[in-house]
């Protein structure tokens, strides 16, 4: 191993270790004040003090030492639409409508492999810049959409989930497909792009109102096909989309029993925003070691509802932040948890910081199965990671030098905190965004 392979960043370094409502706030993270990571061929080799690990390196060692900064795990964005980048903040719809008037609209675009290239360049450094390195997207119905996502996260060695979305009804004639159609062009992109460098495949249904049961059962079939595929697809996010459900699935007992009677619910299935489930949904979640994205920007400008996290957390459901982008309205997971802590005040709870950045990270990373490579600083995991930067606006600043504690900065950074204070964002160990 030559030297010039290893690095090490110096700096004030915080990860999580597992989630507050389980192991207590206490012992759910891991902070160094002043701490070093050393990275070798693009991952994390050692972590710690750097007053013991400083002694260690060898004299022709590059230490880069960030000031006034906090590294921490690369964000994890665990439900987002890379095709409605162009149409974020549209105004004055709930889902059905702003589905009709603004998103079926803007995908059918993707067709054009010259715009999908262009949107999935653009949508991939607003992530970067945001200090996300990992997220789990949706394509159009386009296979060509997917193609120039993937190409596109596979130049900056990004670890990636994607999928072409099936729809074969309820939705306009250019921008359905067919069962078959549907399985075949999966299958092609499958063997294309799924397990190729860091990048993964999830199988994507729109939602339930837009496909048949043929297609449900051939998304499942895909499942079975295929080892270590993801489900990425919407539950429960809106009153009336439940309802619809009810309609063209009367002989199911349910908006998730839909999914699970194809045999979509798993350990790699994600189910994006969940506002309103039953215990008897939220058990099965739970016993079938599914996930929810809770999208707290989206819910709130879609008026759709409020997440029941603590109820998710009663039955120990992996959950993941999502953006949510574009009825989300920020793509800065600062700015997502921020709301989501808005989110549980109206419920009457409290969202501690610690566990804001828990649901940002780990357990982001918990919910995509893929804690053993990203979402905290272990050694031996991939060297994703993110700079913040204390003092990014004079507000944060004179902010910051009023905090007495950790717990405050965090709060700080996640209510004051947006694309500014990203100063950095490395992935597998090399910078893929500078702020300055």
């Not at 012992?27 to 400083?54: C, P, Q």
Request: hydrophobic letters at 40%; charged letters at 20%.
């Amino acid at each position: 191993m030559t030297q010039s392979a290893i690095t090490a960043y110096r700096a004030a370094i915080l990860d999580s270790l597992g989630d507050p409502a389980e192991v207590g706030i206490d012992n759910s993270y891991r902070y160094f004040k002043d701490g070093l990571m050393v990275i070798e061929n693009g991952h994390i080799t050692a972590l710690g003090e750097a007053s013991d690990l400083l002694e260690t390196l060898s004299a022709d060692i590059t230490v880069k030492h960030y000031s006034d900064a906090l590294i921490i795990p690369g964000f994890i964005d665990t439900h987002i639409h890379y095709p409605q980048t162009g149409m974020i903040a549209s105004y004055g719809e709930q889902l059905l409508d702003w589905l009709e008037n603004y998103t079926f609209p803007a995908e059918q675009k993707f067709i054009d492999p010259q715009h999908a290239a262009e949107v999935s360049d653009i949508f991939i450094n607003e992530l970067l810049r945001n200090g996300t390195t990992t997220a789990l997207v949706f394509g159009t119905v386009h296979s060509t959409s997917v193609d120039a996502f993937f190409h596109c996260a596979e130049q900056h060695n990004l670890r990636m989930i994607a999928g072409k979305v099936m729809m074969d009804r309820n939705a306009p004639a250019a921008l359905t497909d067919t069962p078959a159609s549907s399985y075949a062009d999966s299958k092609a992109l499958i063997e294309r792009w799924h397990g190729k460098g860091r990048l993964h495949y999830a199988v994507t249904p729109r939602f339930a109102p837009t496909s048949t049961p043929e297609q449900l059962s051939l998304a499942g079939k895909l499942l079975q096909e295929y080892p270590g595929l993801y489900l990425h697809t919407h539950l429960s996010e809106n009153n009336n989309e439940i309802a619809w459900v009810k309609e063209l699935f009367p002989e199911q007992k349910g908006y998730l029993d839909v999914y699970d009677h194809h045999q979509l619910l798993g350990e790699r299935s994600v189910f994006a925003h969940g506002v309103h489930l039953c215990d008897d949904e939220c058990q099965r979640l739970a016993d079938t070691n599914s996930a929810i994205a809770f999208c707290p920007t989206s819910n709130l400008f879609l008026g759709s509802g409020l997440f029941n996290l603590p109820q998710a957390e009663t039955y120990k459901i992996n959950v993941g932040m999502g953006t949510d982008v574009g009825a989300g309205t920020s793509f800065s997971m600062l700015q997502t948890i921020n709301e989501a802590y808005k989110v549980m005040q109206l419920q009457g709870h409290k969202l501690h910081p610690f566990k804001s950045f828990y649901l940002a990270t780990l357990g982001g990373a918990k919910a995509l199965q893929l804690e053993d490579k990203i979402g905290n600083l272990e050694p031996g995991s991939e060297a994703d990671f993110v700079v913040l930067d204390y003092n990014s606006t004079p507000l944060m600043k004179y902010r910051m030098a009023q905090t007495q504690s950790l717990e405050e900065r965090l709060f700080v950074m996640m209510t004051l905190g947006d694309d500014r204070a990203i100063k950095a964002t490395y992935a597998m160990g090399k910078p893929v965004y500078r702020r300055d």
